[in-house]
Nanobody
Framework: QVQLVESGGGLVQPGGSLRLSCAAS????????IGWFRQAPGKEREGVAC????????EYADSVKGRFTISRDNAKNTMYLQMNSLKPEDTAVYYC???????????????????WGQGTQVTVSS
């Protein structure tokens, strides 16, 4: 019953903020590299932010640098994506994911994950 359950998506105005949560069950999240990906209609899925458990390096897509922050709470077995200064271009379905890939940049560039969340819709509109 390995599972990732996402929450926190919704509708927000440009310039606003949202925090996405991804709760893991059936396994211990801290042993895996974690990542957030997104997919907008008509576009391919892209890596947004990835965080390796092997080192302190965090990879962010250029489009979200300075605005998004990935984090994990090992006690809660949960990962988060804090999204600030949101833009209409951030509108997408966001997915959390885990991997055995040991480097954050390699996971964000990958099309594969060990487990995927169900996705949560983020809509940025006035």
């Amino acid at each position: 019953q390995v599972q990732l359950v996402e929450s926190g998506g919704g509708l927000v105005q440009p310039g606003g903020s949202l925090r996405l949560s991804c709760a893991a069950s059936g396994f211990t999240l801290r042993y895996y590299t974690i990542g957030w990906f997104r997919q907008a209609p008509g576009k391919e899925r892209e890596g947004v932010a990835c965080f390796s458990n092997s080192d302190s390096n965090i990879e962010y897509a250029d489009s979200v640098k300075g605005r998004f922050t990935i984090s994990r709470d090992n006690a809660k077995n949960t990962m988060y994506l804090q999204m600030n200064s949101l833009k209409p271009e951030d509108t997408a379905v966001y997915y959390c994911a885990t991997s055995r890939i040991g480097r954050s940049w390699a996971f964000c560039a990958s099309r594969e994950a060990l487990n995927w969340g169900q996705g949560t819709q983020v809509t940025v509109s006035s």
